[in-house]
């Protein structure tokens, strides 16, 4: 999935895999509750940006859950298919629309929006990348970020790697699937990313299976 230019069907089954296995390993909720824990209990409207947004699916459901608040929701990828898959996919929801973006260029982007959401995106990035990029994020949502990533762990690794070897039918899943955990930080590096980028409010839980949720505010 690094690569931005591939395309085809095996992206539009990778991209169905992925949105099964992040509903049943519960990485959706993840995101939906750390947002819940963001918004304004007086329902205020609020906006929202998705980094990395796959297929949409996910801000598709936020759209659903707060349907009353959800003023507007931008998906955000640097991959012109998948953003045409996300745009078909979620044309029902007029509030969502869907941007090319690299995010490695969004200091040259005025995203202005309430909330930040990044869901199995950041491990992509390297330490010097996120203390970057986290400099810019706090710059750019007036409530904070919502993060939803792996734990990268023996277990993990090993447990996606046979579970996608006997689920999968994506080359593509059954070889990122596992190099996405080995990608994927443990809690003080994390620590250590915000410390550098000058994040101080913040908090770190463990969620099953092997995520991490972190809830920033700015």
């Excluded at 824990?37 to 707060?66: E, V």
């Excluded at 973006?101 to 491990?123: G, M, P, Q, R």
Aim: net charge neutral.
């Amino acid at each position: 999935m690094d690569d931005l230019d591939c395309d085809g069907t095996v992206v539009d089954q990778s991209l169905a895999e992925l949105d099964t296995i992040n509903y049943w390993l519960g990485g959706d909720w993840v995101s939906l509750k750390g947002i819940k824990k963001l918004i304004d209990k007086n329902k205020a409207p609020f906006s929202i940006i998705d980094l990395g947004c796959g297929s949409g699916t996910l801000l598709a459901q936020m759209a659903r859950k707060y349907q009353d608040q959800l003023n507007s929701g931008v998906g955000i990828d640097a991959n012109a298919y998948i953003l045409q898959y996300a745009r078909d996919a979620q044309a029902a929801f007029k509030q969502l629309s869907f941007i090319d973006v690299n995010v490695l260029d969004a200091a040259e982007k005025d995203f202005n929006c309430d909330i930040l959401h990044a869901s199995l995106f950041l491990h992509h990035f390297n330490h010097d990348e996120l203390v970057m990029l986290f400099k810019i994020f706090r710059h750019q949502a007036s409530q904070g970020m919502v993060i939803s990533d792996l734990h990268r762990h023996w277990l993990a690794y090993y447990s996606i790697k046979y579970l996608t070897q006997w689920f999968s039918k994506s080359a593509m899943v059954q070889y990122d699937g596992p190099l996405s955990v080995v990608r994927g930080f443990r809690r003080k590096e994390w620590i250590r990313i915000f410390e550098a980028a000058g994040i101080k409010d913040y908090q770190i839980r463990w969620k099953w299976a092997f995520r991490w949720q972190i809830i920033i505010k700015f």
